[in-house]
């Protein structure tokens, strides 16, 4: 969960000693999104080409697929926060398959001086996938469930929600009625918890999915160090090529877990009765 400065503990780098590898990786990978967008739309045509082509492709296909989901009165609103979320991830999720990441560092905890002692099997790596850190992950949580609550209240409000989690469905009347209005009352605890234990599942899902894949990526390059010299260098780079794929796969599909699950809940607190 932790990360190592990049600068150490000195006197004359302390007030950096919170530029950790991943938030210098994250910081990376918001430049890189920013520098792109930019290009596509600085000089934007009527018939798209090139980045504008790729860009406004990504932008329509996302905005459709989550108009979907959260219906047209959310989708103003929620767009913005739900396409950040998915290139973000992704392009984070993928740069821990750039050479060098994860993959060189300190053998040993690293000093405050200089950088020096890279290792084949860093156990504190120079760089770090952004999303392998876990304060990363709970962040992007954090601003989710926020936007979220914030997003459900003005739509539905107060009452609404309360309403809508501890109501009786079906519009049953009579005994049955009531019967069913203490059931859907209990039934709301545990939409409750239900709700509480997503700010949970969301993090420890995507953290423990890319930090696994960067332990295997680590450890596939590496079996066979101790092997003679030049079959020691081909099998670091022929075994991992069929992991690398799988990662990519991996990446692509933990953005859209993450950005499918805040859409779904979105939707799941923001519907209407009258909605089909």
């Given at each position: 969960m932790?990360?190592?400065s990049l600068f150490?503990?000195s006197?004359?780098?302390?007030?950096?000693?919170?530029?950790?590898?991943?938030?210098?990786?994250?910081?990376?990978v918001?430049?890189?999104?920013?520098a792109?967008a930019?290009?596509?739309?600085?000089?934007?045509?009527?018939?798209p080409?090139?980045?504008?082509?790729?860009f406004e492709?990504?932008?329509?296909?996302?905005?459709t697929?989550?108009?979907?989901i959260?219906g047209?009165h959310?989708?103003?609103r929620?767009?913005?926060?739900l396409?950040?979320?998915?290139?973000?991830?992704?392009?984070?999720?993928?740069?821990?398959?750039?050479p060098?990441?994860?993959?060189?560092?300190?053998?040993?905890?690293p000093?405050?001086g200089?950088?020096?002692s890279?290792h084949?099997?860093?156990?504190?790596?120079?760089?770090?996938?952004?999303?392998?850190?876990?304060n990363?992950?709970?962040?992007?949580?954090?601003v989710s469930?926020?936007?979220?609550?914030?997003?459900?209240?003005q739509?539905v409000?107060p009452?609404?929600?309360?309403?809508?989690?501890f109501?009786?469905?079906?519009?049953?009347?009579?005994?049955?009625?009531a019967?069913?209005?203490?059931?859907?009352?209990?039934?709301?605890f545990l939409?409750?918890?239900?709700?509480?234990?997503?700010a949970?599942?969301?993090?420890?899902?995507?953290y423990?999915?890319?930090?696994?894949?960067?332990?295997l990526?680590?450890?596939?390059?590496?079996?066979?160090?101790?092997?003679?010299?030049?079959?020691?260098?081909?099998s670091?780079v022929?075994i991992?090529?069929?992991?690398a794929f799988l990662?990519?796969g991996?990446?692509?599909?933990?953005?859209?877990?993450?950005?499918?699950?805040?859409?779904v809940?979105?939707?799941l607190?923001?519907?209407?009765e009258?909605e089909?």
């Amino acid at each position: 969960m932790g990360a190592p400065s990049l600068f150490g503990a000195s006197p004359d780098t302390s007030f950096l000693a919170w530029l950790t590898n991943s938030i210098f990786v994250s910081a990376v990978v918001v430049l890189a999104i920013l520098a792109f967008a930019r290009k596509a739309v600085r000089n934007a045509k009527i018939v798209p080409d090139g980045p504008q082509n790729l860009f406004e492709a990504l932008v329509e296909n996302l905005y459709t697929g989550m108009e979907g989901i959260v219906g047209r009165h959310m989708i103003g609103r929620s767009f913005g926060l739900l396409a950040s979320l998915f290139i973000y991830i992704l392009i984070a999720n993928l740069c821990s398959l750039l050479p060098g990441v994860g993959s060189i560092g300190w053998s040993h905890e690293p000093p405050t001086g200089p950088f020096h002692s890279f290792h084949e099997e860093p156990a504190y790596p120079l760089l770090r996938p952004a999303t392998s850190d876990l304060n990363l992950t709970l962040a992007l949580t954090i601003v989710s469930m926020t936007l979220w609550f914030v997003w459900t209240m003005q739509e539905v409000g107060p009452w609404g929600f309360l309403k809508h989690t501890f109501g009786p469905k079906g519009g049953m009347t009579g005994v049955m009625g009531a019967i069913l209005a203490v059931v859907f009352f209990f039934v709301g605890f545990l939409e409750l918890i239900s709700i509480s234990t997503r700010a949970l599942s969301l993090p420890l899902r995507l953290y423990g999915n890319i930090f696994a894949g960067e332990n295997l990526m680590g450890m596939m390059m590496t079996i066979g160090a101790h092997w003679p010299g030049w079959l020691a260098a081909i099998s670091s780079v022929v075994i991992p090529l069929p992991f690398a794929f799988l990662e990519v796969g991996v990446g692509l599909l933990q953005a859209l877990v993450f950005t499918l699950l805040t859409a779904v809940y979105l939707q799941l607190s923001t519907s209407h009765e009258d909605e089909h």
